[in-house]
């Protein structure tokens, strides 16, 4: 390859509009600057995409799910069965919270942990389930709350790439214990960095709120012991402005991967599950030959692409047991799933143009040797 593609698509490409640099100015000059009243508001408006679920704004998506396992006060000796095909931050919130993650196989199709590995992997330690809706792609929420149900389990659902989606019309982070969401810049909307715990628990909510904020809800007046792990006002803002243009941009998302569908031959297309909808936070496509080559055919041709994940968690070194192996797992569609994906630009800011250019170049590329 000479050099770059001068007219490169990018994998991702984080919206910062004026309509969001007016907001971080406004709450500068406005002197409430964290916990405040943009902060309230997010919250607020946040409830509209979850079905009214009580809504914990916190300072990340990693900090979401470990307050949310603190909160239901997991863990040493505590097992969370978790899918190994995901951000390693799915992981590490258990073993933040000193409980031992569980790690199940996933569905070939969804991405998603497959409901069956996740009865057989309920043990006594057993305490909760956490899905991830990977890509954007809701997990088989009916079936992993029958398990729950039947075992008394708390779930806790990453909807970290899946805001918006929904099964059999209800959203994510509205079916288990408790949702987490992250804001970070790459996500289908951001808020810089930031996160939301979604709950229909008051009293989860309010253990939360306490958690987030050093345990106190009175000030000095500390309740229990806490972390910092709260919004800043400049972020809630932010949010609250990607939070009004997310449904335009959830559709732009799908129409651009409806056509990447109708287009892509040349490699395994995502396929979608009956009753999902599934909001393309990645359109991650399967590549049956040479995906290194075919990774750098995308490259030459001036397509953005990337691998999500190419390193299951059960492989990454803080997972490995003592003498540096994998453990006992059995995670064959993850492994094969870790080797063959790669994920194609679907992100809002794509024209006309750009969506021809990468479904050729997908066609083109999936023959690469
Ligand atoms: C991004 C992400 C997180 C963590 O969110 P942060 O805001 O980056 O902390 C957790 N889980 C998944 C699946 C993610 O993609």
């Known amino acids: 390859m000479v050099g770059p593609h001068p007219e490169f698509i990018p994998p991702a490409r984080p919206i910062i509009g004026e309509a969001e640099i007016e907001a971080a100015v406004r709450v500068l000059r406005s002197g409430r ?24 704004a916190v300072n990340s998506g990693t900090s979401a799910l470990q307050l949310t396992l603190m909160a239901l006060g997991f863990g040493p000796g505590d097992e969370v069965i978790v899918p190994s095909f ?6 590490n919130a258990v073993r933040l919270v000193g409980a031992e993650p569980v790690f199940v ?17 309920v043990t006594p330690r057993t305490v909760a389930i956490m899905p991830v809706h990977l890509y954007g792609h809701p997990a088989a929420m009916d079936q992993i709350m029958a398990i729950a149900e039947r075992h008394g389990l708390a779930v806790v659902e990453d909807a970290a790439q899946a805001h ?9 982070g509205a079916f288990g214990t408790a949702g987490c ?31 987030r904020n050093q345990g106190m809800e009175q000030r000095y007046a500390n309740e229990i012991v806490g972390a910092n792990m709260r919004m800043t006002d400049v972020a809630a803002a932010i949010g609250r402005v990607q939070l009004t243009q997310l449904a335009e941009w959830t559709e732009q998302r799908r129409s651009n991967a409806k056509f990447l569908d109708s287009k892509i031959t040349g490699m395994v297309t995502p396929p979608v599950a009956d009753a999902a909808k599934h909001v393309y936070h990645q359109y991650t496509v399967r590549v049956q030959g ?11 041709l001036g397509i953005g692409n990337a691998v999500y994940y190419p390193t299951p968690i059960h492989r990454l070194k803080p997972y490995l047991d003592a003498d540096g192996k994998p453990g006992p797992w059995d995670l064959p569609e993850t492994e094969r799933a870790a080797a063959e994906v790669v994920s194609l ?25």
Do not use: W
């Open 105 to 121: 196989d996933i569905e070939p199709g969804s991405f998603c942990v497959d409901p069956q590995a996740v009865a057989a992997a």
């Open 86 to 91: 995901s951000f390693a931050a799915s992981a």
């Open 33 to 56: 600057v964290v916990q405040g009243p943009e902060v309230a508001a997010f919250e607020e408006e946040f409830g509209d995409l979850v079905a009214g679920r009580h809504c914990v």
């Open 290 to 300: 040479n995906r290194d080559a075919a990774m750098a055919r995308l490259t030459e």
């Open 345 to 369: 630009p679907v992100h809002p800011s794509l024209s006309p143009a750009d969506l021809e250019r990468i479904a050729e170049g997908a066609n083109l590329a999936g023959g690469a040797r």
């Open 181 to 211: 969401f992250s804001f970070y810049p790459t996500k289908n909307m951001h808020a810089l960095e930031g996160g939301m715990v979604t709950t229909a628990d008051a009293e989860l909510a309010r253990t939360l709120r306490l958690l």
């Open 164 to 172: 918006g989606a929904t099964l059999n019309g209800t959203p994510v």
